[in-house]
Protein backbone atom coordinates (compact mmCIF):
# COMPACT_ATOMS: atom_id res chain seq x y z
CA UNK A 1 0.00 0.00 0.00
CA UNK A 2 1.89 3.05 -1.39
CA UNK A 3 1.22 6.81 -0.14
CA UNK A 4 -0.79 7.68 -2.69
CA UNK A 5 -3.72 4.95 -1.31
CA UNK A 6 -5.70 3.74 1.16
CA UNK A 7 -7.67 0.58 1.68
CA UNK A 8 -11.10 0.96 3.09
CA UNK A 9 -13.33 -1.48 5.34
CA UNK A 10 -14.62 -3.48 2.31
CA UNK A 11 -11.81 -3.95 0.54
CA UNK A 12 -11.82 -1.43 -2.15
CA UNK A 13 -8.42 0.88 -2.56
CA UNK A 14 -9.66 4.48 -2.25
CA UNK A 15 -7.59 7.32 -3.42
CA UNK A 16 -5.59 10.14 -1.79
CA UNK A 17 -6.72 13.71 -2.52
CA UNK A 18 -3.78 15.65 -3.48
CA UNK A 19 -6.21 18.87 -2.26
CA UNK A 20 -5.06 18.74 1.69
CA UNK A 21 -4.61 14.81 2.05
CA UNK A 22 -8.64 14.00 2.21
CA UNK A 23 -9.26 10.99 1.77
CA UNK A 24 -11.93 10.83 -0.64
CA UNK A 25 -13.91 7.62 -2.38
CA UNK A 26 -12.74 6.46 -5.33
CA UNK A 27 -12.71 8.57 -8.74
CA UNK A 28 -13.46 11.58 -6.77
CA UNK A 29 -10.66 13.70 -6.25
CA UNK A 30 -11.79 16.67 -4.75
CA UNK A 31 -11.92 17.63 -0.76
CA UNK A 32 -14.89 17.43 0.73
CA UNK A 33 -14.10 20.73 2.84
CA UNK A 34 -14.81 23.03 0.14
CA UNK A 35 -14.29 26.66 -0.52
CA UNK A 36 -18.41 26.11 -0.11
CA UNK A 37 -19.14 24.52 3.18
CA UNK A 38 -16.24 26.93 4.69
CA UNK A 39 -18.68 29.60 3.94
CA UNK A 40 -21.76 27.98 4.85
CA UNK A 41 -19.55 26.82 8.00
CA UNK A 42 -18.88 30.92 8.39
CA UNK A 43 -22.60 31.99 7.85
CA UNK A 44 -24.04 29.49 10.70
CA UNK A 45 -20.98 30.40 13.56
CA UNK A 46 -21.79 34.32 12.64
CA UNK A 47 -25.51 33.38 13.43
CA UNK A 48 -25.00 31.44 16.59
CA UNK A 49 -22.37 34.50 17.80
CA UNK A 50 -25.33 36.86 16.86
CA UNK A 51 -28.12 34.83 18.67
CA UNK A 52 -25.58 33.56 21.86
CA UNK A 53 -24.72 37.82 21.98
CA UNK A 54 -28.62 38.10 22.61
CA UNK A 55 -29.12 35.90 24.87
CA UNK A 56 -26.06 37.11 26.81
CA UNK A 57 -27.78 40.93 26.76
CA UNK A 58 -31.02 39.39 27.52
CA UNK A 59 -29.52 37.55 30.66
CA UNK A 60 -27.15 40.28 31.98
CA UNK A 61 -29.92 43.43 31.27
CA UNK A 62 -32.09 41.10 33.08
CA UNK A 63 -30.20 40.37 36.22
CA UNK A 64 -29.70 44.22 36.17
CA UNK A 65 -32.79 44.83 36.10
CA UNK A 66 -33.96 42.35 38.86
CA UNK A 67 -31.37 43.31 41.59
CA UNK A 68 -32.67 47.24 40.58
CA UNK A 69 -36.02 46.07 41.90
CA UNK A 70 -35.32 44.13 44.59
CA UNK A 71 -32.86 46.77 46.18
CA UNK A 72 -35.36 49.64 45.13
CA UNK A 73 -32.49 51.07 43.26
CA UNK A 74 -30.21 50.87 45.91
CA UNK A 75 -32.42 52.62 48.26
CA UNK A 76 -32.50 49.26 50.59
CA UNK A 77 -29.53 48.55 52.87
CA UNK A 78 -28.90 45.50 51.73
CA UNK A 79 -27.02 44.66 48.13
CA UNK A 80 -28.72 42.43 45.56
CA UNK A 81 -25.87 39.67 47.01
CA UNK A 82 -26.89 39.69 50.44
CA UNK A 83 -30.93 39.71 49.64
CA UNK A 84 -30.85 35.75 48.01
CA UNK A 85 -30.41 34.93 52.00
CA UNK A 86 -33.43 36.59 53.20
CA UNK A 87 -37.01 35.66 52.41
CA UNK A 88 -38.67 38.73 49.87
CA UNK A 89 -42.04 37.07 50.32
CA UNK A 90 -42.78 36.23 46.91
CA UNK A 91 -44.02 32.77 47.27
CA UNK A 92 -40.78 31.52 45.33
CA UNK A 93 -37.55 29.91 46.79
CA UNK A 94 -34.88 32.76 46.12
CA UNK A 95 -32.00 31.07 48.30
CA UNK A 96 -29.75 31.14 45.48
CA UNK A 97 -31.19 33.41 43.00
CA UNK A 98 -27.79 35.69 42.86
CA UNK A 99 -25.69 33.13 42.23
CA UNK A 100 -27.84 31.31 39.40
CA UNK A 101 -27.84 34.57 37.35
CA UNK A 102 -24.27 35.37 37.68
CA UNK A 103 -23.36 31.87 36.43
CA UNK A 104 -25.78 32.23 33.64
CA UNK A 105 -24.91 35.06 32.73
CA UNK A 106 -20.82 34.39 33.48
CA UNK A 107 -21.77 31.00 31.15
CA UNK A 108 -23.37 32.68 28.25
CA UNK A 109 -20.56 35.71 28.08
CA UNK A 110 -18.40 32.51 27.89
CA UNK A 111 -20.54 30.75 24.99
CA UNK A 112 -20.55 33.56 23.31
CA UNK A 113 -16.71 34.39 23.73
CA UNK A 114 -15.73 30.93 22.37
CA UNK A 115 -18.88 30.92 19.56
CA UNK A 116 -16.91 34.29 18.46
CA UNK A 117 -13.52 32.04 18.20
CA UNK A 118 -15.20 29.16 16.28
CA UNK A 119 -16.38 31.91 13.95
CA UNK A 120 -12.60 34.05 13.83
CA UNK A 121 -11.24 30.45 12.99
CA UNK A 122 -14.26 29.57 10.32
CA UNK A 123 -13.00 33.35 8.68
CA UNK A 124 -9.57 32.09 8.78
CA UNK A 125 -11.10 28.73 6.73
CA UNK A 126 -12.77 30.76 4.29
CA UNK A 127 -10.16 33.14 3.90
CA UNK A 128 -7.22 30.42 3.54
CA UNK A 129 -9.17 28.11 1.10
CA UNK A 130 -9.65 31.58 -1.08
CA UNK A 131 -6.12 31.69 -1.36
CA UNK A 132 -5.63 28.59 -2.04
CA UNK A 133 -8.14 27.90 -4.82
CA UNK A 134 -6.39 28.07 -7.80
CA UNK A 135 -9.02 27.88 -10.95
CA UNK A 136 -6.62 26.77 -13.63
CA UNK A 137 -5.51 23.91 -11.63
CA UNK A 138 -8.80 23.11 -10.86
CA UNK A 139 -10.17 23.17 -14.26
CA UNK A 140 -7.46 21.16 -15.52
CA UNK A 141 -7.60 18.06 -12.94
CA UNK A 142 -11.75 18.45 -14.09
CA UNK A 143 -10.73 17.87 -17.52
CA UNK A 144 -8.41 15.20 -17.08
CA UNK A 145 -11.09 13.41 -15.06
CA UNK A 146 -13.69 14.09 -17.51
CA UNK A 147 -11.32 13.42 -19.94
CA UNK A 148 -10.46 9.51 -18.26
CA UNK A 149 -13.88 8.40 -17.88
CA UNK A 150 -15.40 6.15 -20.92
CA UNK A 151 -18.29 7.86 -22.95
CA UNK A 152 -19.79 8.69 -25.84
CA UNK A 153 -18.00 11.68 -26.19
CA UNK A 154 -14.54 10.02 -26.33
CA UNK A 155 -13.74 10.87 -30.44
CA UNK A 156 -13.71 14.46 -29.09
CA UNK A 157 -11.00 14.26 -26.64
CA UNK A 158 -8.50 15.90 -29.06
CA UNK A 159 -10.29 18.90 -29.02
CA UNK A 160 -11.07 19.44 -25.92
CA UNK A 161 -7.79 19.65 -24.25
CA UNK A 162 -6.83 22.37 -26.20
CA UNK A 163 -10.14 24.28 -25.16
CA UNK A 164 -8.96 24.46 -21.66
Not at 11 to 24: L, R
Not at 67 to 76: L, P, R, S
Request: glycine letters at 6%.
Amino acid sequence: MGRGSAQSQSGHSDQVSKYGGCIAAKGWDRPVYSFFYAFLNLLVSAFVVFLVFIASTIVSVGFTMWCDAITEKGTVPHSCEELQDIDLELNVDNSAFYDQFAVAQCGLWALWLAWLAITMLAFLKVYHNYRQEDLLDSLVHEKELLLARPGPRTSFQGEKSAVI
